[in-house]
């Protein structure tokens, strides 16, 4: 595995020098993660900031009847991880699995902060992205108040345009906050037109 994908997603947001690039990519632990497997699991404390290289990652939680809620799909080029559980080592809250075999890389807490102790730039590249995410979440949160179930459907298919392919209906339907049956109904409704 090599680090040029997060080093030129790292260089949209700042600019870093050589000895800057090589002190992170070192810091940096390769994985491969086979379809099925866990990153992390609720109630464990979450250890690495997690960058997906290839593949797609699922974080979701569980509610007290067993059901899961799927909170987030993360694809190539995002980063991903209980962020509550990993700055405040607490139990996480969450769960992150592989949906395919994924790449990632991960970024341990005590190197990640030894990191942005040495090299302020990437305090302001973590900002941003901390920032971008929250955004996200708010729009989703407001879109799951007032847009129709085919509203955020279709802006779904828009953000991952390619996860239908090999994402089990189910999690989609949970990500949208609906039943399979009712995303079921969504899909034949869009192919009919």
């Known amino acids: 595995m090599n680090a040029s994908n997060i080093l030129d997603q790292i260089s ?16 940096l632990i390769p994985a491969k993660i086979k379809q099925g497997d866990y990153i992390e699991k609720i109630g464990a404390i979450t250890q690495n900031f997690i960058y997906v290289e290839s593949g797609c990652l ?8 067993g059901d899961f809620h ?3 799909f993360s694809t190539a080029g995002w980063w991903t991880g209980d962020l509550q559980s990993f700055t405040k080592k607490q139990p996480a809250i969450y769960s992150t699995r592989a949906l395919t075999e994924s790449s990632v890389f991960y970024l ?10 040495r090299y302020p730039k990437f305090e ?4 941003i992205l901390f920032q971008n995410a929250l955004i996200t979440q708010l729009d989703r949160i407001i879109q799951n108040f007032s847009d129709t ?17 090999y994402v089990p209906l189910k999690y989609i339907a949970s990500y949208l906050g609906i039943t399979p049956e009712f995303l079921s109904k969504i899909r ?5 037109k």
């Open 12 to 27: 949209r947001h700042i600019t870093i020098d050589e000895r800057e690039s090589l002190h992170f990519t070192s810091l």
């Open 188 to 192: 034949r409704r869009q192919s009919e």
């Open 149 to 165: 179930a085919e509203s955020r459907y279709e802006r779904f298919r828009q953000k991952y345009p390619t996860l239908e392919q």
């Open 70 to 72: 799927v909170i987030q």
């Open 58 to 65: 699922m974080s979701y939680s569980t509610d007290k009847k």
């Open 108 to 117: 341990p807490k005590n190197d990640m902060d030894l990191l942005l102790d």
């Open 124 to 127: 302001k590249y973590f900002r």
